[in-house]
């Protein structure tokens, strides 16, 4: 839990870091967002201050408050990464809530600057390696359930936490929700996934339609992906 709460659930949003880091201009850019995911990324998987700076082009003391600001607002991020590397350095390996793992040796290794790297690469896995595990989970349903038949659909690829593919219109709506009831499984945790879904002409252009979107919406989104393709509105 990286909120240091029990209950509840909360996102890293893009409006909360402008207010985080005091900007105070709130419109959205792309550059603004790219740099906001560098900065929840990079602290989250254990990088520091230091390669914050160099990642951000921001002065050292800048990125120190960035840091501190994000520990601030969730602190159960540093407890995550903390108990993740105290598990490697006592058992050798990782695991991911689905019992794969990965042998840590390095993290022993007397040179501080290789052990701080798997450090790193303990906190990586933990995370990536869960994703990696869901993903494989998600695409065995998808094919057990015969979805891409029943819908005439394509699944193009599984990148990161993202289905990329295509289905006709007027199967986009059951077709959305039948993977949501995939995506948002139980996890061994206890906790439940969320997912949301998106619409548009191909991956680089597409709009957020919010969380199982109702029929109305995806005939909207599938209208206008139509006008734009045959009027070029």
């Not at 969320?194 to 339609?209: A, H, K, T, Y």
């Not at 989104?221 to 139509?226: S, T």
């Amino acid at each position: 839990d990286m909120l240091g709460k029990k209950k509840g659930k909360k996102e890293i949003s893009y409006d909360e870091y402008i207010v985080l880091y005091e900007a105070g201009d709130k419109e959205a850019t792309d550059i603004r967002k790219k740099y906001a995911k560098t900065t929840n990324f990079l602290i989250v998987y254990g990088g520091s201050a230091i390669g914050l700076s160099r990642k951000t082009i921001v002065p050292r003391a800048m990125a120190e408050d960035f840091v501190e600001g994000f520990h601030r607002m969730y602190p159960g991020v540093e407890k995550f990464s903390e108990e993740a590397i105290k598990f490697t350095k006592k058992h050798g390996y990782v695991m991911t809530i689905f019992g794969n793992r990965k042998h840590c040796d390095g993290i022993f290794d007397k040179n501080a600057g290789i052990a701080a790297s798997w450090e790193r690469q303990a906190v990586n896995f933990l995370i990536q390696g869960c994703a990696a595990d869901i993903g494989k989970i998600v695409l065995r349903k998808y094919c057990k359930q015969n979805i891409a038949e029943r819908y005439q659909s394509t699944l193009y690829a599984l990148i990161y936490d993202e289905l990329i593919g295509s289905v006709p219109d007027g199967s986009i709506h059951p077709y959305v929700t039948e993977l949501a009831d995939i995506l948002e499984m139980p996890l061994p945790t206890g906790a439940k996934l969320r997912s949301s879904v998106s619409i548009g002409l191909n991956w680089g252009e597409q709009g957020e339609v919010g969380a199982r979107p109702a029929s109305r919406v995806c005939r909207l989104a599938a209208a206008v992906v139509y006008l734009v393709v045959v009027y070029g509105i």
